[in-house]
């Protein structure tokens, strides 16, 4: 990937409605550790707004025109299991309503230990440009696990897209493997001052 690919793309204001229901159904106040192992003030839980009927509207709807924004489509999008499951699901099924030939996979944490024991499951095969999806991104530890077995696959990862970045480190993270981030919404977005690492 080129080095212009690992800049920012267009800059978007943040789907009002999103970022409200993520401010109010989503984060929690307290001391959580992260799947990083980092130790948080607050924890976002997205699937509380994803696996809402509305929410997911919203996330797959605003996902998709991020897409169209940056250019051609991907022919898949997809992430690891279970945090981007129902994040794919929303974006595929907006595609769908759409009319857009969009396909969804998802990366196993773990290969399947019977049938064809791979990692990335879907209609997908090698050669097709493909989106990684996250709902939160921290570290972004989940997607370069997802983007290396994607690339294992053969598939060609665009970038990296996210409901939610926490600001602490994950863009800087993809940049290095030529991946770029796009977020829909940030934390200065949710109103919070990200936590010193």
């Known amino acids: 990937m080129s080095p212009a690919a690992t800049t920012a793309g267009p800059t978007f ?65 997809g992430g690891m299991s279970i945090g981007a499951d129902p994040v794919t699901g929303a974006v595929v099924t907006m595609a769908g309503v759409d ?31 493909v989106v990684i999806l996250e709902d939160v991104i921290t570290t972004a530890g989940s997607s370069l696990v997802a983007i290396a077995r994607a690339r294992e696959f053969g598939l060609v990862v665009e970038r990296v897209v996210t409901v939610v970045d926490r600001l602490a480190g994950g863009r800087e993270a993809l940049a290095a493997e030529g991946v770029p981030l796009e977020a ?14």
Do not use: C, N, W
């Open 13 to 77: 204001p943040p789907p009002e409605e999103l970022t409200e229901l993520l401010a109010t159904r989503a984060l929690r106040r307290g001391t959580f550790t992260l799947a990083s192992g980092r130790t948080a003030s607050f924890y976002l839980d997205v699937k509380q707004v994803v696996l809402d009927a509305r929410g997911a509207m919203l996330v797959g709807r605003a996902i998709l025109r991020r897409l169209e924004a940056l250019g051609p489509l991907p022919e898949a999008v």
């Open 99 to 129: 009319g857009i030939p969009l396909k969804g996979f998802l990366v196993r944490k773990e290969a399947k230990g019977h049938g064809l024991q791979r990692f990335v499951e879907g209609p997908v095969v090698p050669g097709q440009r």
């Open 184 to 197: 829909l919404v940030t934390l200065h977005d949710l109103g919070i001052t990200p936590d010193a690492p």
